[in-house]
């Protein structure tokens, strides 16, 4: 077996599987995306800073390297040399949201487990959707991936009103209104394509030694539009603008 174990809960079975399966799980995200590879990681060795690979091999070396220490890859791959020369996104839609929730923020335990339900039952509710949670060894990480496009292409987005980067700004907005604002404020207000990294199942958080782990698995293939998501998204910026005029 290829490095650290986690467990999922499968119909009611324990399962366990392997870090390499773990990755190959979140690679599954990547399959709508212009390319998969090559694509930024980071692991305990590189203290936290982004590392580029350009293999599944690579990057699994590296991970290896580590120790299975806080393995993360980018949800999203490198600008083009275009987007990066212009200083504009051209090419990367906001097709994966990743929701953190930091069981620190929370009084309780029964609050934290509740704030859980209550974001799964809100995104199901806004686009009909059932994502993967994992257990980051600190609290819980939501990802949701979408059918998306690149949001600077339309004009209700990208215009003199509401300011540049609406993609952006939707990975933020995606992340606070379907958390019902119970989403780590830290990562929110930071977030970005450069720097949505996900953990990867069966590598082992460094903090504490508790092993990331996979507790609901999406089922590969449901891809809600964002479309669901644009009026709301609409809305916020909206509200942001006369926020800011006042």
Known sequence: MSGGIFLTADNNMITAITLEQGLDYILRYFEGQNQIW???????TTK?????????????ARFKQANWLDCRISAYPPPSEVSSFVGVNLEIAPSIIMIDLDRQTFQTEKAFRIA???????IKQSVNSEPTVIWSGSGYHI???????????????????FGQQPSQKFLRFAEMFLSNGKCDSQHNKTVSFRNCMLRIPGSINSKNGQAVKIIRKWNGHDKPSIKLLLEDFYVYLCDQRIKELQ
């Open 143 to 161: 990802y949701l991936v979408l059918d998306a496009f690149v949001l600077e292409a339309e004009d209700a987005f990208n215009n003199s009103r």
């Open 48 to 60: 936290g800073g982004q590392v580029l690979v350009s293999s599944k091999e690579e990057d699994l």
């Open 116 to 122: 859980l339900s209550r974001t799964l039952n809100k």
């Open 38 to 44: 090559p694509r930024t990681i980071s692991t305990k």
